[in-house]
């Protein structure tokens, strides 16, 4: 995976804002993940951004907001996971829960843009000719085929419900369409 | 203080199988399987009889997808409440074996049973006498913490290139699988899933859930569900097996219009899953095309008069086996 460069502040405010797509948030993660400047700029977006949305739920913790937000930045900077509002939680009373389990998963997420496995096929698949039916696009990653995107979800549900122990089928990827369409099928 | 992981799982696993009232022949040859299957035992039986509420992250590739699930149950009755956090938003309920999707976003409601691909017990006792068979089992001894709770890890090597391996982190007390990797030949990690929070015996009740999904059942007319079917009685076989591979089932597939959309056929080794998905397509596919996301792979090609798609947690090479396999009876177009 090449490294990317954000020539400017703004996919930084975006993240902060919970702007950004799924895409566009993997590929921030992934160039704050092997740069200390950008993790350094992000930690004081986040404050910022909190402090400016008085956040009473974190504020009021402690009297002051400055000596809250003195205990916090200590307590970010040797956390070594990023922390992103989660778009929809932004408005949702219960932030705090959201956040913490936003935390985790984006640990998992800069984690595993740093360590993970190769793309959507890999180098010797793609040697073999087998092309990918994923395709890129400003909404996010899309099945390009609606067709295997139906199959696909039809076979994650019954895998779900027959073999695994976890219900991963419900979670693997190729539906992340944003198509307000709306689901599989409805499309014939 | 190392602990003797094994004789531990096949202890609980032994309960789980009593409480199944299973009854199984015991064999010193046997204690490969045995200890396979006590310990499939143990995982499905805590995912089912223990309450949790938790988050759960997928990541397939470079995709990353989490939800967040609520499990409540009581005797029998099982209640399952999942919720997209990414991509979009999407909400499950699953009573037993019936599923209502909804899609908040656009409105769209489905209600579907799936019984007729066969739920745990059943799959249990069928499948898996074979899976020793087809994967060996290690533990590991080494204690992680995943989600905040102390887990114990195992692995699951395939022992052909047909399928792949896979590490189990299982929650020490109740045996609850909290991760699972799945592996590839070359021990990387196709696809991970985990909980990255959870609140294990979570005091859930089963019934505000049931209300929950009665209402937006009682608000959308439920499809009906699918007419089960097999390949044979659908003018199809396998020439030969795919080894370790059972067909669980097959059901006709109906589009959102009601109009027949092919055959879906599951076949499992007891862990990992293939879809044979059929449908009348004369002349549609010109070659043969292939796709791989983290674990999943996908095969498309032509089948006499038919479009045949394979899906499934296997290697290519398994999908491979499976279109190579499939005929269609000389009498059928």
Request: charged share 20%; aromatic share 6%; glycine share 6%.
């Amino acid at each position: 995976m090449s490294p990317l460069s954000l020539p400017s502040n703004e996919p930084l405010s975006a993240l902060a804002d919970g702007q950004l797509t799924e895409a566009e948030l993997e590929r921030v993660l992934e160039v704050c993940a092997h740069d200390e400047h950008l993790h350094a700029r992000w930690r004081d977006y986040h404050l910022i951004g909190e402090a400016l949305r008085g956040r009473k739920d974190l504020l009021a913790a402690s009297s002051p907001e400055a000596d809250f937000l003195a205990r916090l930045r200590p307590a970010l900077q040797r956390s070594p996971t990023l922390a992103v509002p989660m778009r929809e939680a932004a408005n949702q009373p219960a932030f705090r829960g959201r956040w913490l389990a936003a935390a985790a998963v984006l640990a998992l997420a800069v984690v595993l843009a740093s360590t993970g496995p190769g793309g959507w096929a890999t180098d010797e698949e793609m040697a073999l000719g087998e092309a990918p039916v994923l395709a890129a696009s400003p909404h996010g990653v899309i099945v390009r085929d609606a067709a295997l995107q139906e199959l696909l979800e039809a076979h994650r549900q019954q895998a779900d419900a027959s073999v695994q122990p976890m219900p991963s089928g419900f979670l693997r990827n190729a539906t992340f369409n944003t198509d307000p369409a709306g689901p599989p099928g409805q499309a014939r | 203080m190392r602990m003797d992981v094994t004789s531990k799982v096949v202890r609980a696993g032994v309960l789980a199988w009593l409480a199944l009232s299973c009854a199984w022949a015991q064999s010193p040859a046997a204690d490969a399987t045995t200890d396979l299957q006590a310990l499939l035992a143990r995982m499905h039986e805590a995912g089912r009889s223990r309450a949790y509420v938790g988050t759960f992250v997928v990541s397939s590739g470079t995709h990353l997808s989490s939800a967040r699930i609520w499990h409540a149950c009581e005797g029998p009755t099982q209640v399952e409440r999942v919720e997209s956090l990414t991509g979009a938003p999407r909400s499950v309920f699953r009573h037993n074996d019936r599923v209502l999707t909804v899609w908040p976003g656009t409105g769209q409601v489905r209600m579907e049973r799936r019984e007729s691909l066969g739920l745990f017990p059943d799959r249990l006792r069928t499948a898996d006498a074979r899976l020793a068979e087809h994967y060996t089992l290690q533990a590991s001894g080494q204690i992680d913490r995943v989600a905040g709770a102390a887990t114990e890890l195992v692995q699951l090597q395939p022992r052909d290139a047909m399928r792949f391996g896979y590490r189990i982190w299982l929650e020490r007390q109740s045996g609850l699988v909290l991760k699972l990797q799945t592996l590839d030949r070359r021990g990387q990690v196709l696809e991970q899933a985990a909980f990255s929070e959870l609140e294990l015996d979570a005091p859930l009740k089963v019934e505000p859930l049931l209300r929950m999904m009665a209402r937006l059942e009682a608000e959308h007319a439920p499809k009906p569900a699918p007419a089960r079917t097999t390949l044979a009685a659908e003018g199809w076989s396998l020439r030969q097996e795919v080894p370790g591979f059972k067909a669980l089932g097959c059901q006709r597939r109906t589009a959102a219009s009601g109009a027949a959309a092919g055959l879906h056929c599951v076949f499992s080794d007891g862990l990992a899953s293939v879809s044979v998905f059929l449908e009348a397509a004369p002349g549609a596919l010109a070659s043969e095309t292939t796709a791989a996301m983290g674990a999943t792979h996908t095969l498309r090609t032509q089948v006499r008069q038919h479009a045949a798609t394979f899906v499934g947690e296997v290697p290519a090479a398994t999908l491979k086996r499976f279109a190579q396999a499939l005929e269609r009876r000389p009498s059928n177009p």
